[in-house]
């Protein structure tokens, strides 16, 4: 069962366009979702999170849109740039009421941004 | 570099063979994951520690894998008797875990290779 998905699989933009990748969860009990960029060979490394308490969070050119109540969440990056050219994973997590707080992560999109 | 660190980051190993993986949190952070992640995918929850107590182990961990974290520090993952499948990179992240600030920073991984 997968519990997070996440789309596209793969993304091509151009230099200053705008990314957006789109995921959908099902476990409702999920109250923390971070999105994560990946270079390859690297270890995942945190660019955004949000809480279900919000609706928008904005971190420079990256946004995250949140939709309660139809189970979705997305991360926007706008003015997109050829150092932005990554894999980016949307998670989620139960944080709160003394849980482990594991990650349940999507599958990736992998975000090519041309010159 | 006070990140998360991990090694080996590379490993080779003939099917069958036993394999020890080390990771070094961040100092001070009190929890400590490992994740698994194989090509085109994104991680999995393996195994959690809060201080030296393994407090959650995924169905995905086989008894041919054990996880320790002696005093609380470093931890170190064990794969008895390799097989193909185990083939993956292999993630630590650690985290603070004061309840307000549950950020998992991960390590840039160990990449297992199962001949």
């Known amino acids: 069962q997968q519990q997070v998905k996440q789309s596209p699989q793969s993304l091509i933009v151009q230099k200053g366009g705008i990314s957006i990748i789109n995921c959908a969860y099902e476990n409702t009990a999920f109250d923390y979702f971070p999105w994560y960029q990946q270079f390859p060979g690297k270890g995942p490394a945190l660019l955004i999170a949000?809480?279900?308490?919000?609706s928008e969070k904005k971190e420079g050119r990256f946004t995250i849109s949140f939709n309660k109540s139809a189970k979705q969440f997305s991360l926007h990056i706008m003015d997109s740039q050829p150092g932005d050219s990554a894999t980016y994973f949307c998670?989620?997590?139960?944080?709160?009421?003394?849980?482990?707080?594991?990650?349940?992560f999507g599958k990736g999109t992998l975000l090519t941004v041309n010159p | 570099d006070t990140g998360v660190s991990q090694d080996p980051r590379h490993k080779i190993t003939k099917r069958g063979q036993n394999v020890t993986f080390r990771c070094d949190p961040i100092s001070e952070h009190n929890r400590l994951y490992w994740y698994r992640q194989t090509l085109g995918q994104g991680p999995e929850f393996l195994t959690y520690?809060?201080?030296?107590?393994?407090?959650?182990k995924s169905r995905l961990l086989s008894d041919r894998f054990s996880a320790e974290r002696p005093k609380g520090s470093f931890s170190t993952l064990e794969i008895q008797r390799t097989e193909q499948g185990d083939s993956a990179m292999y993630l630590c992240a650690s985290s603070l875990g004061t309840g307000s600030e549950e950020t998992q920073y991960f390590g840039p991984g160990t990449r297992l290779l199962v001949l």
């Open positions: 998670a989620a997590s139960i944080d709160s009421g003394g849980s482990n707080y594991k990650l349940t």
């Open positions: 520690f809060q201080n030296e107590a393994q407090l959650e």
């Open positions: 949000i809480r279900p308490d919000v």
